[in-house]
């Protein structure tokens, strides 16, 4: 049987794809804005070609950032297979705010950009880097699917370019090639054999709850208690506030500062991470 490669999405990150439509989109989204420094140009720009090169060395530590979706025939179950066309500049892009380059014309080109879906046929994200930020600095437009984030630990997009040394670089790469996909017969072979073992794992989960009856009835507990908060905030009504509204296709994106000290005394009055 010769070699191929996919990862079975989990019935959370399915879900992720499976309600989106034309108005609910299910990516995150972020703007980062940060000084030029090295990266500035003598025409006031900042070197993109060096930024391609560097995100390409930082998302290969991540296979997930080079897969796209491809599905089992027969229960069109997700799953992730590598991207044979991977293309890093149709991910990494570049574009340039019109003078004067404040804020609010920042803000109105995430929000276009936040408006349109993903395209299914591709790895789940996209990247835009924006010159053009007033006092001489640029921004960072992230994007990826809820699907993909979750699947990858929730870590932003952003994280695989950053360090806390100055001079951080990611380590390059000795280059990537994809794996083959998987044939629809060998998808199908694969689910079937999967649900043939779901009855002698039910029957393990027994042994270990009979064998380990406090532990079970302790982690039944926790559970329970877990899922009754959930369906509790799922089945109580939204506040009554202006963002509670039929939505569209069209995004605004917006932000606010707060001190960190003010986030940290949040934290410490509700308790949270």
Same mark, same amino acid.
Do not use: C
């Given at each position: 049987m010769s070699y191929n490669h996919y990862d079975r999405l989990s019935a959370l990150d399915s879900a992720f794809l499976g309600i989106e439509d034309g108005n609910a989109h299910m990516h995150i989204g972020a703007v980062a804005i940060f000084d030029a420094g090295p990266l500035a140009t003598s025409q006031g720009g900042i070197d993109f070609e060096l930024i391609v090169e #560097?995100?390409?060395?930082?998302?290969?530590? @991540?296979? &997930?950032?080079?897969?796209?979706? !491809?599905?089992? /025939?027969? !229960? @069109?179950?997700?799953?992730?297979?590598?991207?044979?066309?991977? @293309?890093?500049?149709?991910?990494?892009?570049h574009t340039c705010l019109p003078a004067p380059g404040d804020e609010r014309i920042l803000k109105r080109l995430a929000g276009r950009i936040m408006s349109e879906e993903l395209d299914r046929g591709k790895p789940l994200w996209e990247l835009w880097f924006v010159e053009g930020v007033e006092g001489? #600095?640029?921004?960072?437009? !992230?994007?990826?699917?809820?699907?993909?984030?979750?699947?990858?630990?929730?870590?932003?997009?952003?994280?695989?370019?950053?360090?806390?040394?100055?001079?951080?670089? /990611?380590?390059?790469?000795?280059?990537?090639? %994809?794996?083959?996909a998987p044939s629809p017969q060998r998808l199908v072979f694969d689910?079937?054999? &999967?649900?043939? #073992?779901?009855?002698f794992s039910l029957m393990?989960?027994?042994?270990?709850?009979?064998?380990? /009856?406090?532990?079970?009835?302790?982690?039944? &507990?926790?559970?329970? %208690?877990?899922?009754? !908060?959930?369906?509790?905030?799922?089945?109580? /009504?939204?506040?009554?506030?202006?963002? @509670?509204?039929?939505?569209?296709p069209h995004r605004r994106f917006d932000w606010t500062r707060l001190e960190f000290e003010e986030i940290r005394e949040v934290r410490k009055q509700l308790g949270g991470t």
């Open positions: #560097r995100t390409g060395a930082a998302i290969h530590q @991540n296979d &997930r950032f080079k897969q796209k979706l !491809s599905y089992i /025939p027969g !229960s @069109n179950w997700p799953v992730w297979i590598d991207d044979a066309r991977f @293309n890093l500049r149709y991910h990494v892009r001489g #600095r640029f921004a960072v437009i !992230s994007k990826i699917h809820h699907a993909m984030a979750d699947g990858v630990a929730g870590a932003d997009l952003l994280s695989v370019l950053m360090g806390p040394d100055p001079k951080h670089s /990611p380590t390059r790469s000795a280059g990537w090639e %994809a794996r083959p689910e079937v054999a &999967r649900i043939a #073992r779901l009855p393990g989960a027994g042994w270990r709850a009979f064998t380990h /009856p406090s532990e079970t009835v302790a982690t039944a &507990r926790k559970e329970i %208690a877990n899922l009754g !908060s959930t369906l509790e905030k799922a089945l109580s /009504p939204a506040s009554e506030t202006e963002f @509670n509204q039929e939505i569209g």
